[in-house]
Nanobody, 127 residues
Framework: QVQLVESGGGLMQAGSSLRLSCAAS????????TGWFRQAPGKGREFVAT???????????DYADSVQGRFTISRDNATNTVYLQMNSLEPEDTAVYYC?????????????????WGQGTQVTVSS
């Protein structure tokens, strides 16, 4: 079992930066893949970024095209926390952001591959 708690959301202006945190408990976060997804009002859950489990070869990250170059996913193994650094925020980034964990170490952009979910944190970007 994995428990996930997101934090760091808020009301931001376009062009600003924000960092979301996902604190994990129950299993060492470096042993499984973690993803960030978002859901805007009236829309489905959308893939944002994912990071693989840590291995001798390092880690792999993947991003949605819409956030590539603006967002960075990272993990602090010491604190069992995964971060999403969001730069150059746009009004289109407004959504509830969810952290999710897989039971395996491979990255995936499909929310159906994730077994554990946090409660979400709201990010609102004004123009």
């Amino acid at each position: 079992q994995v428990q996930l708690v997101e934090s760091g959301g808020g009301l931001m202006q376009a062009g600003s930066s924000l960092r979301l945190s996902c604190a994990a408990s129950g299993r060492t976060s470096s042993s499984y893949a973690t993803g960030w997804f978002r859901q805007a009002p009236g829309k489905g859950r959308e893939f944002v970024a994912t990071i693989s489990a840590s291995s001798a070869c390092g880690t792999r990250t993947d991003y949605a095209d819409s956030v590539q170059g603006r967002f960075t996913i990272s993990r602090d193994n010491a604190t069992n926390t995964v971060y999403l650094q969001m730069n150059s925020l746009e009004p289109e980034d407004t959504a509830v952001y969810y952290c999710a964990a897989r039971s395996t170490g491979w990255v995936s952009g499909d929310p159906r591959d994730y077994a554990y979910w946090g409660q979400g944190t709201q990010v609102t970007v004004s123009s």
